[in-house]
């Protein structure tokens, strides 16, 4: 499993593709390209319909897959941040015990 730090770069380099307006357009023109071309296939190209399909599906998996890790990453500086907040509290804590605080 990943370390919480690499998740949280993960999650940020989604984030950077997902909010990239290049990236965001050429998803847009793909997909609309793709769904106007299987809206405009004949009928008895059920095999050209059929790809057309599987390629919508997986821009759409690709920007899901995108949107996971993105959300993985914030959960895990979540969980980075409060690990930090127990370490800073138990290092506090043992110099009050020991007088050095």
């Known amino acids: 499993m990943a370390t919480l730090e690499r998740r949280v770069?993960?999650?940020d380099q989604a984030r950077l593709v997902l909010?990239?307006?290049a990236f965001a357009k050429a998803f847009a023109d793909i997909e609309q390209e793709h769904?106007?071309?299987w809206?405009?296939?004949p009928a008895r190209d059920?095999?050209?319909r059929e790809t057309l399909w599987t390629t919508v599906k997986?821009?759409?998996k690709l920007r899901l897959?995108?949107?996971s890790a993105m959300m993985d990453g914030k959960l895990a500086s979540q969980d980075l941040e409060r690990q930090q907040q127990l370490l800073a509290q138990d290092r506090a804590h043992g110099m009050?015990?020991?007088g050095q605080y």
């Open 35 to 37: 769904i106007e071309a």
């Open 39 to 41: 809206k405009n296939s």
């Open 9 to 11: 770069y993960d999650g």
């Open 19 to 21: 909010e990239n307006p």
């Open 46 to 48: 059920a095999a050209g």
């Open 96 to 98: 009050a015990l020991h």
């Open 65 to 67: 897959t995108l949107e």
């Open 58 to 60: 997986l821009l759409h």
